[in-house]
């Protein structure tokens, strides 16, 4: 059974840092990993995908890694922005499940 | 394009009580999921439909919960009796297929409070 796995649960850095969020999984034979940014009382926005076969995946300030071996995804933030603020959510799919498994999310506050 | 349209967006109820919500998936989208998110924690997929067709209800607690997609488009969420352990948001998604190649798109969600 996957498991996902995102710590910290918060984090807080001033306005302009780079940063790193992290996702782990138990079950490498994962399908792909998906990045979403939820706001408050808002849905989830899907920010990037990355395919089994993919290593990273980029859009903008963002760029997401995969490394199967290890369990481990990260999404890196360049020149965060107080926009950036809201809760960062990692989910895979793994190729027997076929459906999506979620972290329980990073709350991200980024400070003017 | 139009994205996966819900409603209402905001539900109070007492426990006991039933309720249901509503979804509309984006046009051409076959596979449709209901998903429960408690606050603090991911979302967690109670019911996938394809096209009318349940593929996974595994987490779906079926003594109070049922879900329905008449005509393979829109679908229903409902709980009945509600219990405060219900109160959380509920997220309808969208993809075009099952398979996990398919990338899923997420509504606003229903906040559901049960008092």
């Known amino acids: ?112 | 394009e139009a994205g996966v349209a819900q409603s209402p967006r905001y539900k109070i109820i007492e426990k006991r009580q039933s309720v249901a919500f509503w979804c509309n998936p984006i046009s051409g989208h076959a596979t449709l999921y209901w998903y429960q998110q408690i606050l603090g924690q991911g979302p967690k997929l109670l019911i996938q439909f394809q096209n009318n067709g349940v593929v996974d209800d595994s987490q779906l607690p079926k003594d109070r919960f049922s879900a329905e997609r008449l005509k393979g488009v829109d679908s229903t969420l409902k709980i009945q009796p509600a219990k405060l352990e219900d109160s959380a948001v509920y997220l309808c998604a969208s993809s075009l297929g099952s398979s996990g190649y398919y990338e899923q798109y997420f509504g606003p969600g229903t906040r559901l409070t049960v008092t």
Do not use: H, M
């Not at chain 1, 996957?2 to 780079?18: M, R, W, Y």
């Open chain 1, 1 to 112: 059974k996957q498991e996902v796995t995102q710590i910290p649960a918060a984090l807080s850095v001033p306005e302009g840092e780079n940063l790193v969020l992290n996702c782990s999984f138990t079950d490498s034979a994962i399908y792909n990993l998906q990045w979403f940014r939820q706001d408050p009382g808002k849905g989830l926005t899907s920010l990037l995908l990355i395919q089994s076969s993919q290593r990273e995946q980029t859009s903008g300030r963002l760029n997401a890694s995969l490394d199967k071996s290890s369990g481990r995804s990260t999404l890196y933030i360049a020149a965060s922005q107080p926009g950036d603020s809201a809760t960062y959510l990692c989910a895979g799919v793994t190729q027997g499940a076929q459906k999506l498994v979620f972290g329980q999310g990073t709350r991200l506050t980024i400070n003017p």
